[in-house]
């Protein structure tokens, strides 16, 4: 009585009632309960193996760490061998995913020389960390000389043709020539001194007006009178603004 309150219609199909009209005839009525029995066995099948499929499965979680400094290594490239599964750690070095027991993984990052891990068979939570540690590689390249020649012919017939100064005052001159000088000021950029000095330059005139209004030269006397004085000597005149050439 219990089977047919909670499961009414599936207990009319297995147990029919009395009632003629209720089935045609007896061998629909077997016809139908095989084939929920063959679907029953079927779903117990399934989640049987899927059970058994799923005690191998773990969530395998760690940092990957340098060796010398313990620091984090980010972006990791953390692979299960002969397989396209795996992930990548994040900035911080931190790395989970869902690993296998018995499978070899494989840890690899630029400049540090590769480490395996084999996730063991014994784990009881489904549960793996790791601390992973990479040691540093030190890849050595063969040098390589840059020529501003494509090939020797050419470097040989211009080191032929290459006039060299013979006296210090002439490469003393061809070093302080006016042009060169000219042209070395105006393509320099501003070095390390010279941008701080700006910035605290910029800095100083904001503090200056700090919490109040900055003040405007539109009725400032003295900025017109040197705007007058500007104007009268040309110096808002057009003036040359080409660059000047290096000498070759």
């Known amino acids: 009585m219990k089977n047919v309150q909670i499961f009414p219609l599936f207990s009319r199909l297995i147990f029919p009632p009395s009632n003629p009209h209720f089935l045609k005839s007896n061998s629909t009525f077997a016809g139908m309960k095989k084939a929920l029995s063959i679907i029953f066995l079927f779903c117990t099948i399934q989640l049987f193996a899927q059970t058994q499929r799923d005690k191998n499965l773990v969530q395998f979680s760690g940092v990957v760490v340098t060796g010398d400094s313990l620091a984090p290594i980010p972006f990791t490239s953390i692979m299960v061998r002969n397989s396209y599964h795996g992930t990548v750690s994040d900035v911080y070095g931190f790395f989970s995913f869902v690993a296998r027991m018995n499978d070899t993984i494989e840890f690899s990052a630029i400049g540090f020389r590769r480490a395996v891990f084999i996730v063991p068979d014994t784990i009881t939570d489904y549960r793996c960390s790791l601390i992973q540690i990479l ?7 063969p040098e390589v000389t840059v020529f501003p020649w494509p090939t020797k012919e050419q470097f040989k017939e211009a080191f032929i043709n290459l ?63 040197r705007f007058v004085e500007a104007w009268q000597n040309g110096d808002f005149k057009k003036k040359n603004t080409e660059k000047p050439t290096r000498e070759k």
């Open 163 to 225: 006039h060299v100064p013979n006296d210090d005052l002439t490469r003393a001159q061809r070093n302080l020539n006016k042009n060169e000088l000219n042209y070395l000021a105006a393509t320099m950029v501003m070095d390390g001194s010279m941008n701080f000095r700006s910035a605290m330059a910029v800095q100083q005139s904001r503090l200056y007006y700090a919490g109040q209004v900055p003040t405007s030269n539109w009725l400032n006397p003295i900025a017109w009178a």
């Open 135 to 141: 040691k540093t590689d030190t890849i050595r390249l």
